[in-house]
């Protein structure tokens, strides 16, 4: 009897312990891991280390797992998040095109066999695939900006072409697309159900897999969205910066980075080595291999599972993978230190982040045009506005990363208005520079416009250490 006691003791105790298990998991007061690819979707989304869930040193078969952002479960993500008090007015989205084909060849070896057709049956998949390509057959041309009217709306060859989109890409952004129509539409009702063409701004470059991302995201966004409501505007720069894109000294900051790179490219005896030893697998000079690129098309690899390629000489491996990798991450350290990027980031992103402030503020006004913006580009032009923003802890844009302005409104003082800086579903307000210092004097989440507004059309051109105050004046100024 006293056994039988003690063990119903022992049960019901444990059972409480349970209990207050998932009720403190459920309240996130303990960390929850879930893991995808091995990786958890948690750390998959900080810019910044965590040193409980990433590895204790740099890890590059991780970093580029994180690179490569396979689709799986629907992430956890900050945006949209904001005190009850608080009207969302305006979104700007800044993307990475989804997963593509390379854009180099390794001399002498064969292409990856990657399908560019959208597949139902074929992994990874989203519920609207079938829908979507159904909805671009129907795309008209009067919704584009020439010359994007002569872009496929979507990838369809059995072997992809040099850098076109895949699958997987649409998939992310379709996720992507999805998230924010829950954020933004269904739970914050930022644009009407009868939205019209001026309050959406649309903007690509010419590139179709930059074109198929925007469509992608759009679509998860806007479902079965009506073809003569949309209309992509075309931009020739990876920059985005329009008519603003001659600066002779944003070019002399690019050409002592591009130095920058090279001379440690050239310390690195172990990255030679490497070289050397793939080139005489593929039987070139070690010159070319290395004028191909080679980890742009070991990425499409590792990616999408293929195993490297090989000749009668041998195999490329996992083991020259990681050393160019860990090269990589090397580069990003260095550069943050010697901050000559940052020069041309300030530069760079200055007309990009002008235009989205100057949405913005016409947003505060009450205007009604623009109030959601999709900008749809590279990772070049999203590093730059990263580097500029301050953020110099953030990871090198993966496939199908994200970068979102949100304006805000406080309905309890309606003249004031805040913004929120995501990426990749990260609230990094508090992390740009110009307004981690905010939150010591404010219990406000956000950070006010006006410091956004102060940063791109003042304190960049003096982060420069110029007496410039315009950005003419700054891309032209002598004795750099």
């Keep these: 009897m006293l056994f039988r006691n003690r063990f119903l003791l022992l049960l019901a105790l444990a059972a409480l312990l349970a ?34 869930t990433e590895p204790p040193v740099t890890d590059p078969v991780y970093e580029a797992l994180l690179y490569c952002n396979i689709p799986s479960v629907a992430e956890r993500s900050m945006e949209g998040h904001a005190p009850h008090h608080f009207k969302l007015v305006s979104v700007n989205v800044f993307i990475r095109h989804g997963d593509r084909y390379p854009l180099y060849v390794i001399p002498k070896t064969k292409r990856p066999e990657i399908d560019c057709t959208l597949v139902a049956n074929r992994k990874p998949y989203h519920p609207k695939l079938e829908a979507f390509v ?84 759009l679509y998860g966004f806007l479902p079965e969205f009506d073809w003569k409501k949309i209309y992509f505007r075309h931009q020739p720069s990876a920059l985005f910066c329009s008519g603003n ?40 000079p070690t010159k070319q291999l290395r ?48 901050k000559l990027y940052l020069g041309y980031s300030l530069l760079g992103a200055h007309p990009i982040l002008n235009q989205t402030v100057n949405r913005l503020q016409r947003a505060a006004e009450g205007r009604k045009e ?31 990363a994200r970068l979102i302005f949100e304006l805000w409104q406080d309905r309890e003082k309606p003249s004031e208005h805040s913004v929120r800086i995501l990426y990749n579903g990260v609230d990094v307000t508090f992390h740009t520079s110009f307004c981690q210092d905010h939150h010591k004097h404010s219990p406000k989440p956000m950070c006010p416009l006006e410091n956004l507004v102060r940063f791109v059309k003042r304190d960049m051109f003096l982060a420069l250490g110029s007496s410039s105050t315009n950005y003419y004046d700054a891309c032209h100024r002598e004795g750099f």
Excluded at 22 to 47: E, M, N, W
Excluded at 371 to 386: E, G, N, Q, R
Excluded at 391 to 397: G, M, T
């Design 19 to 52: 209990f207050l298990s998932l009720s403190l998991q459920f309240f996130h007061l303990i960390p929850v891991s879930t893991a995808k690819d091995g990786v958890s979707s948690k750390s998959r989304k900080r810019i910044m280390p965590d040193p409980v």
């Design 245 to 284: 894109c001659y600066c002779p000294v944003r070019n002399q900051y690019l050409e002592k980075e591009q130095r920058r790179q090279y001379l440690l490219r050239l310390k690195n005896s172990q990255l030679e080595r490497t070289y050397g030893e793939m080139a005489k697998i593929v039987d070139v």
């Design 370 to 400: 623009e109030i959601f913006a999709l900008y749809s580009a590279h990772d070049v032009t999203l590093s730059p506005v990263l580097s500029a923003l301050g953020l110099s802890e953030a990871r090198f844009p993966r496939f199908a």
């Design 134 to 217: 159904s909805h671009m057959s129907k795309g008209s041309g009067a919704s584009f900006e020439s010359p994007l009217n002569s872009l496929p709306l979507y990838p369809n060859h059995p072997l992809c072409e040099m850098g076109e989109l895949t699958q997987t890409g649409v998939v992310q952004h379709l996720q992507n697309g999805q998230l924010l129509r829950d954020i933004y539409l269904k739970k914050h009702k930022l644009l009407p159900s009868d939205w019209s063409t001026d309050q959406l701004y649309l903007e690509t470059t010419g590139k179709s897999r930059t074109l198929q991302s925007g469509l992608a995201l």
């Design 291 to 338: 004028a191909a690129n080679p980890v742009d098309s070991m990425l499409c690899h590792f990616c999408h599972n293929v195993s490297f390629p090989c000749t009668r000489n041998g195999c490329i491996g996992m083991e020259h993978f990681k050393v160019i990798k860990t090269h990589q991450i090397e580069d990003e350290r260095e550069r943050r230190e010697k």
